[in-house]
């Protein structure tokens, strides 16, 4: 089994809907990761979290929010999707200081918003 | 905040041919750098690192990277490539410290190896 597990790995969806992307780790890290891929773009960071009182935003965290319900699960919420938050979504895990804060991640949501 | 150049968005080579991945950061600061690669509908993992010591990082299948502190550079080469070798490339950097410690990431390279 997948130490970072993502759900749903594809979802179709239309505008103005509400979605939201879980994520969960059996590594026992404490930190966690959302990220955004965009053909050209690379990796956007959206949020991150420290523990499940710490959640911090990252560079694009608009029309997105998170929740930290546990040490192993992360969610992220788009509360009302739009056709540009369409992208490949990673969950990452870190146990910063470790390894110098190599990043472990998911295998992926793709989301398609109509 | 840190930025990474990775100056190829694409580079096509041939197999067996030598490949070198451009990376540049912005600050000089003390940091830490990573290689991850992508291969086509994957997820991202691990290639190599800098965290210190030897300049000079090697992977398990061949790849190496040096970072220049001078030039804030950290470029991704390999002598021989193989067709397995098709993927997309990012560099990232170690961006913060404490708890706002995280990866910056490049735009990414993609490598093409033709036969």
């Known amino acids: 089994d997948a130490d970072v597990t993502q759900t749903p790995r594809n979802r179709i969806t239309k505008t103005g809907k509400r979605i939201m992307l879980e994520c969960s780790q059996t590594k026992g890290h404490d930190r966690m990761y959302w990220y955004r891929q965009d053909p050209g773009l690379g990796l956007r960071l959206i949020y991150y979290s420290f523990d499940v009182k710490d959640i911090n935003k990252g560079e694009i965290s608009d029309g997105y929010s998170v929740s930290r319900q546990a040490q192993a699960k992360f969610s992220l919420s788009l509360e009302s999707a739009i056709p540009n938050q369409t992208a490949l979504y990673f969950c990452?895990?870190?146990?910063?200081?470790?390894?110098?804060?190599?990043?472990?991640f998911g295998e992926g949501s793709r989301l398609t918003v109509l | 905040a840190q930025s990474v150049t990775q100056l190829d968005s694409q580079v096509p080579v041939f197999e067996e041919a030598p490949v070198e991945l451009r990376c540049n950061y912005s600050s000089s600061v003390s940091v830490y750098l990573f290689w991850y690669v992508q291969y086509p509908n994957q997820g991202l993992q691990l290639l190599l690192k800098?965290?210190?010591?030897?300049?000079l990082v090697k992977s398990i299948n061949g790849f190496e990277a040096e970072f220049n502190k001078s030039q804030t550079s950290f470029h991704l080469r390999k002598p021989s490539v193989h067709i397995s070798d098709t993927a997309e490339y990012f560099c990232?950097?170690?961006?913060?410290?404490?708890?706002?410690?995280?990866?910056?990431f490049g735009k990414g390279t993609l490598l093409t190896v033709n036969p």
């Open positions: 800098y965290l210190s010591g030897s300049t």
């Open positions: 990452a895990t870190s146990d910063f200081p470790s390894r110098g804060g190599e990043l472990f």
């Open positions: 990232a950097v170690s961006d913060g410290g404490g708890s706002n410690y995280k990866l910056t």
